[in-house]
């Protein structure tokens, strides 16, 4: 019995140990697994809210700590609003689980996948991300604590980046070392900074001064930093580098800069940037700051790849606001213009012919460019009621509705412009009717003017007449023989019918056909003579036998009657 209970006594041990171990290895491996899986993006759905494309998380129905954290999550992007924060438009709880709506987006990593971000891009894209953190620092107090590259979103519309993944986020005044050790779990490898992968968390210890949880993000943003360029042949960022390493993935916390040092270093800023930054805070600059700007604005884009003014600065720049305070400048002119196709003109094109350019004129982007970021911004524009929008979309209209399909320019082009025609101000009703006219070449004026049109004016200019046929050529009809199919050529003295033949003679010269065309006018006007001379000789031959007639019964009266 003691043998059988002290054996019992071990197994049961064992079993215990292995169940710790079990309970062990499930915690490493949550703890290192990607915590970009808490919700699946849905890519490919075709969705909308209000009227807007939007992108779909969703998650699988459960409870429990992590069901709870995903809820907490879609509070905090609910109530911020930054332009560096992903926009949220609605969100749904149900049985079937969990399903969160937010702006077009695509995962930083699939982008990055792809290898499709510039130096510039890269630059911009990084600002953007210390810009949202740093309002989230400074503004809100928060502390994201679990920044990587899966909570990092790419706008499909701006290519600006956005930051997402919320769920490990908190008040940097509550939190304390319960809180940490809480969150630890869902939290990304190269969120976590050393002082939290210490065994056992006893909150945080920094100098006067540093938010706790500010230290945790800069760290985290330094490993976004590497992650990016990584791998990246010449990008000219070594004092970029030398900053994260030395800096901000300081082992100890109090060392770390805060964001706002971080903005101000040179690497985080470039010319790209530095016009996103002018136009965000266009309202509080001064007209004379304005007039600097703008005045070589058209220098800076030109100098800039076209890629890089595609997908970051057109929208910026074509917005009401910006159009407005701009006028009606060059870099307009510039913007709108369609490049030049080496190729001929598509056929879904409604204008097939050939554009005239200005000498003066440079297009900055090229044709895929601008169908792909001008277009779609242009036709939200036409729904715009400002009166200087309004002038500068007019003033390009043949621009950049000449590879614009007669679907679209039906669609959405044509009874937007058609609008102008009810402003009371002359100078809008003037430039709609002008561009109307350039509408008519693509459309036809029926479905411009919507009416039924009918020809009021005629050609007045005689037309080339194909030659006769010989009247020896086998088949070949008479002059005198009535033809249905005839041409009027009108003159001042006469009309004159003259017969076409239905097929001309190819091999006969322009010079012959005119010398026969006027023979058989001349013959013709000689019998249309001879037969009023004839008519003539006729009616007074007529005359002449009614008054012998007329004699005759004068004479036979009298005779019958007697004398007297």
């Known amino acids: 019995r003691d043998r059988s209970t002290m054996g019992g006594e071990q197994s049961a041990n064992r079993r215990a140990e292995a169940e710790e171990d079990l309970a062990e290895e499930e915690e490493k491996v949550l703890q290192t697994q990607d915590k970009e899986h808490l919700w699946t993006i849905l890519h490919e759905e075709a969705s909308s809210v209000d009227g807007e494309e939007s992108c779909v998380f969703t ?62 891009g890269r630059v911009v894209g990084w600002r953007g991300v210390a810009e949202g953190l740093h309002f ?21 519309s701006s290519s600006q980046w956005r930051i997402g993944g919320m769920e490990a986020m908190e008040l940097s005044s509550k939190m304390d070392a319960e809180f940490l050790k809480s969150i630890l779990p869902i939290r990304h490898p190269t969120a976590v900074p050393p002082e939290d992968k210490e065994k056992g968390v006893k909150g945080p210890k920094f100098g006067a001064g540093v938010l706790p949880g500010h230290s945790r993000d800069v760290w985290a943003f330094g490993q976004l930093l590497l992650d990016v360029v990584k791998g990246k042949a010449n990008t000219g960022d070594a004092t970029m580098l030398s900053y994260v390493q030395q800096r901000m ?39 004379q700051q304005k007039k600097t700007f703008f005045s070589g604005l058209n220098q800076q884009i030109h100098s800039l790849p076209s890629s890089v003014v595609s997908e970051y600065l057109i929208p910026h720049l074509l917005t009401p606001f910006v159009m407005r305070e701009c006028g009606r400048g060059e870099v307009w002119r ?3 213009t369609l490049s030049p196709s080496p190729s001929p003109s598509s056929p879904t094109s409604a204008f097939q012919g050939t ?48 590879c614009c399909s007669k679907e679209d320019l039906t669609r959405d082009v044509l009874p937007e412009v058609l609008v102008g025609l009810q402003d009371s101000c002359d ?8 561009s ?95 037969k009023q001379k004839l008519g003539i000789i006729l009616y007074h031959q007529s005359s002449s036998f009614v008054m012998l007639c007329m004699c005759v019964v004068c004479v036979v009266c009298s005779c019958r009657k007697g004398p007297g």
């Not at 706002?260 to 930054?277: D, G, H, P, S, Y």
């Not at 100078?427 to 002008?434: D, F, K, P, Q, S």
């Not at 006469?494 to 013959?523: A, C, H, K, N």
């Open 436 to 530: 109307l006219g350039d509408l008519v070449d693509m459309l036809g004026a029926q479905v411009v003017m919507g009416t039924t049109q009918r020809t009021v004016f005629a050609e007045a200019a005689p037309r080339v007449v194909p030659p006769l046929r010989a009247m020896s050529e086998p088949g070949g009809k008479s002059l005198d023989t009535p033809h249905d199919n005839f041409l009027l050529q009108q003159s001042d003295a006469s009309r004159i019918p003259v017969p076409v033949s239905d097929q001309s003679d190819g091999g006969m010269e322009r010079s012959q056909r005119m010398e026969l065309m006027r023979q058989r006018r001349e013959e013709q006007r000689q019998k249309m003579q001879a």
């Open 427 to 434: 100078e809008v009703v003037g430039a709609t009717l002008r």
């Open 355 to 402: 554009l005239d350019i200005d000498q003066d004129t440079c297009p900055v982007l090229a044709r895929e460019e601008y169908k792909a970021h001008v277009l779609p911004t242009v036709f939200n524009l036409l729904q715009c009621r400002e009166k200087c929008v309004r002038l500068i979309l007019l003033q390009h209209l043949k621009q950049f509705t000449s």
């Open 249 to 287: 993935l300081h082992q100890n916390p109090s060392c770390r800069p805060t964001m706002k040092e971080i903005l101000a270093q040179c690497w985080m800023r470039n010319e790209v940037t530095e016009i996103i930054a002018f136009l965000s805070n266009l309202a509080i600059k001064t007209s």
């Open 334 to 336: 510039d913007i709108f």
């Open 59 to 120: 998650r699988t129905p459960g409870k429990g700590f992590e069901a709870e954290l995903c809820c907490r999550g879609v509070q905090h992007l609910r109530h911020l609003r930054h332009p560096n924060i992903l926009k949220f438009l609605c969100f749904e709880q149900s049985g079937a689980g969990l399903v969160l709506r937010t702006e077009p987006v695509v995962p930083l990593g699939m982008v990055l996948g792809m290898g499709g971000l510039r130096a510039e």
């Open 136 to 156: 989230l620092h400074s503004k809100a107090g928060l502390s994201h604590n679990n920044l990587h590259a899966g909570c990092i979103f790419v706008s499909t």
